[in-house]
């Protein structure tokens, strides 16, 4: 019997995305025994994250890199990195910043979210720049103080909106001795985001969640960076006694990350585009019914090079769209997929599905639409 169903836990199908709360990604067969090697010695973590990191940094074209515990714990060890910068002793009294030169990080109104509790956790002041519908240089320019400690962009596509473009935020950083650090935690694929937002535009990090579509382990974050901004965050992060403590990151969690680091790089990316885009293909032929309306979504949701399938319910079909999602999430077994923005669609993505889960998907879909319709007719 399968772990979960001994448990009592309810198995899902993925069509929704890369999301936490419903475990983010699975972790493919080879990072998996990548892991199980890991687990079966004892080593120096220091030594391993030097290597692992040099590894990444390499593999990522960096100048260095850094495994966390999550995207999320690499906001809070970069805050802490820019506050304390290598040195032990100032490290050891975060998230205390009191009588700390440099404790104040900077962050655009239109992209503050629920991530950017991890970098308060740090101890630091968020100091918000613009408006929600945009903001001028001069109003970065001037909020930049002899108190500022970094400035954090997130690359997301939904928060870019009213914020001034990535470039100039470098620039100005530059010109200021500040550093940028980009929250780019989904922004895979295209892979070259590994290496666009540091080695390209000059961020002094980014950060990527190893649990999304690198599919690595869920509590694996990647740091890449400069040399010294990474040693900086090293200094904050477990094995040492610092605010990183907390956020450990084990042997086998650093090796599976590296593992999934080296997949993805040598993955047929092209390939992988064809099997999404022949999926969505089939969802729109399947779901070639008179109630609905298919339409090819892309990029993804957050600016993601992948496509998705909006299935509109058109007016007659006696269902909303909010209940064909319901109506799939309680069923056996449940099924998750996200709506569209106006809410008259739902919303299939094909990037955590296999084949025979896209047929279980479509199966239910046009059953849940042929039922509302014959309910309607009755
Ligand atoms: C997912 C996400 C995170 C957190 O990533 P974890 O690896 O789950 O900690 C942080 N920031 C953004 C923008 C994200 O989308």
Known sequence: MNIYDRLGVKRLINAVDTYTIIGGSLIPHEVM????EASRSFVNLEQLHDRVGRRLAEL????????????????????????????LAIAQQLPDVQGMQRSEVIVHRCQRNGYDHAIRQAGVK????????????????SAITERTAAIFYFA?????RGALPLEDVIAIGKR?????????????????????????LGAEAAIFSGGKTLRGPQSTGLIVGTERFIEACRVN?????????????????????????????????????????????????????????????????????????AVYLKPGAGISAGAVKDKLEHGEPGIMVGLT??????????????????????????????????????
């Open 60 to 87: 990522t074209r960096n100048e260095s890199a850094f495994v966390t515990s999550g995207a999320a714990a690499g906001l809070a060890v970069s805050a802490a990195a820019a506050v304390t910068g290598t040195d």
């Open 33 to 36: 025994e990548a892991m199980a």
């Open 156 to 160: 997301a596509s939904v928060y870019s």
């Open 176 to 200: 200021h001795h500040i550093p940028v650090i980009v929250d780019a935690a989904a922004q895979l694929p295209p892979v070259e985001n590994l290496w666009h937002y540091t080695t390209k």
């Open 237 to 309: 992060s477990a094995p040492r006694h610092s605010i990183g403590r907390s956020m450990k990151a084990g042997k086998e969690e650093i090796i599976g990350l590296l593992a999934a680091v080296e997949r993805y790089l040598a993955m047929d990316h092209s390939a992988e585009s064809a099997r999404l885009e022949r999926m969505v293909g089939i969802i729109a032929d399947r779901l070639c019914m008179q109630e609905l309306r298919i339409e090819r979504l892309f990029p993804g949701p957050v600016g993601q090079t992948y496509p998705r399938a």
């Open 126 to 141: 968020l100091v918000e720049i613009g408006y929600v519908d945009g903001t001028a240089e001069w109003q970065l320019e």
């Open 341 to 378: 923005e106006d809410a008259c669609g739902i919303v299939i993505n094909p990037l955590n599905l296999s084949d025979v889960e896209l047929e279980i998907v479509l199966e239910r879909v046009s059953g849940i639409v042929r039922e509302a319709q014959q309910l309607q007719q009755d």
